[in-house]
């Protein structure tokens, strides 16, 4: 669907260096035990890519990536609407999630409009009349206390669910309503284990807060690890498919550091499945 080659995208090395886990913050890490293979990785891959060292680092890759996507998609589909960062909500299927924070945000509650008609009825001159239409108020009074009671309970511990924005959504337009969204896609420039989380955790409320026809959800990525690509591919049922930006070139990086090894055919990145 995305067909993507390795030539289209260029990025530097450096951009593989690691990347802080506490802040999410990129930096050019030391090498040690535990980083040394998966920059040595990201080096391979984009040697592959035909990405020299020492190239001009793009400042925001991720956002470079999820920019060409959307382009390519619009170019593929013009006739569907294609765009970044949007809620959930926003679409057919899912504008129900927004149902109880447009009342939590917009409720006021009766008090001011009890206030007028107290005024109102105070000025009747009929004093019978006046006493009768107090009682009434009271007794709506009471009815309207109780329910604003409950309104104030439902505010204060209804949960509302979090969802993270859609990086890339295709949806399908809908001139009388809110348009339905046909596919979701998460952009990772590369993956954290919390980042691999975060895509499992918003396809899995994709698939239960839905309320008709299933948008195909997917994540498009360019990381070099196999071992982070695997909890994408954690068989939940989350994600329907990892797209890669050029697997084959990560395939080909792979085998190349592999024959460094001591033991090639043990080396970890070879041997995850």
């Given at each position: 669907?995305?067909?993507?080659?390795?030539?289209?995208?260029l990025f530097?090395?450096?951009?593989?260096?690691?990347?802080?886990?506490p802040?999410g913050s990129?930096?050019?890490?030391?090498?040690?035990?535990?980083?040394?293979?998966?920059?040595?990785l990201?080096?391979?891959?984009?040697?592959?890519?035909q990405?020299?060292?020492?190239?001009a680092?793009?400042?925001d890759?991720g956002?470079?990536?999820e920019?060409?996507?959307?382009?390519?998609?619009?170019?593929?589909?013009?006739d569907?609407?294609?765009?970044?960062?949007r809620?959930?909500?926003?679409?057919?299927?899912?504008?129900?999630?927004?149902?109880?924070?447009?009342?939590r945000?917009?409720?006021?509650?009766a008090?001011?409009a009890?206030?007028?008609?107290?005024?109102?009825?105070?000025?009747?001159?009929?004093d019978?009349?006046?006493r009768?239409?107090m009682?009434?108020?009271?007794?709506?009074?009471?009815?309207?206390?109780d329910?604003?009671?409950v309104v104030?309970?439902l505010?204060?511990?209804?949960?509302?669910?979090?969802?993270?924005?859609?990086?890339?959504s295709?949806?399908?337009?809908?001139?009388?309503?809110?348009?339905e969204?046909?596919?979701a896609?998460?952009?990772k420039?590369?993956l954290?284990?919390?980042?691999?989380?975060d895509?499992?955790?918003?396809g899995?409320?994709?698939?239960?807060h839905?309320?008709?026809?299933?948008?195909h959800?997917?994540?498009?990525t360019?990381?070099?690890?196999p071992?982070?690509?695997?909890?994408?591919?954690?068989?939940?049922g989350?994600i329907?498919?990892?797209?890669h930006l050029d697997?084959?070139?990560?395939?080909r990086?792979?085998?190349?550091?592999?024959?460094?090894?001591?033991a090639?055919?043990n080396?970890s990145?070879?041997?995850?499945?």
């Amino acid at each position: 669907m995305l067909g993507w080659s390795g030539s289209c995208l260029l990025f530097s090395p450096g951009t593989f260096a690691g990347t802080d886990p506490p802040t999410g913050s990129r930096t050019r890490l030391t090498p040690t035990t535990l980083y040394r293979s998966s920059i040595q990785l990201g080096l391979a891959l984009f040697r592959n890519l035909q990405v020299e060292q020492g190239q001009a680092v793009i400042p925001d890759s991720g956002d470079a990536l999820e920019s060409a996507i959307a382009e390519h998609l619009r170019s593929l589909r013009p006739d569907l609407t294609v765009a970044r960062s949007r809620t959930a909500a926003s679409f057919a299927q899912y504008s129900h999630l927004d149902a109880f924070p447009a009342f939590r945000r917009t409720h006021t509650g009766a008090s001011t409009a009890l206030a007028r008609v107290t005024r109102a009825i105070e000025e009747v001159s009929d004093d019978r009349d006046r006493r009768r239409l107090m009682r009434t108020l009271s007794v709506l009074n009471k009815q309207l206390s109780d329910e604003a009671a409950v309104v104030r309970q439902l505010k204060r511990e209804m949960p509302e669910e979090s969802l993270l924005k859609i990086a890339i959504s295709v949806a399908i337009p809908d001139s009388h309503g809110s348009s339905e969204l046909a596919i979701a896609l998460s952009s990772k420039w590369t993956l954290r284990t919390d980042r691999a989380q975060d895509c499992v955790s918003q396809g899995g409320k994709l698939v239960a807060h839905r309320r008709g026809q299933m948008p195909h959800y997917a994540v498009v990525t360019i990381e070099p690890r196999p071992s982070m690509l695997r909890i994408l591919g954690d068989g939940s049922g989350s994600i329907d498919c990892v797209y890669h930006l050029d697997l084959p070139a990560l395939k080909r990086a792979i085998r190349e550091e592999s024959e460094h090894r001591s033991a090639p055919g043990n080396w970890s990145p070879r041997v995850t499945r």
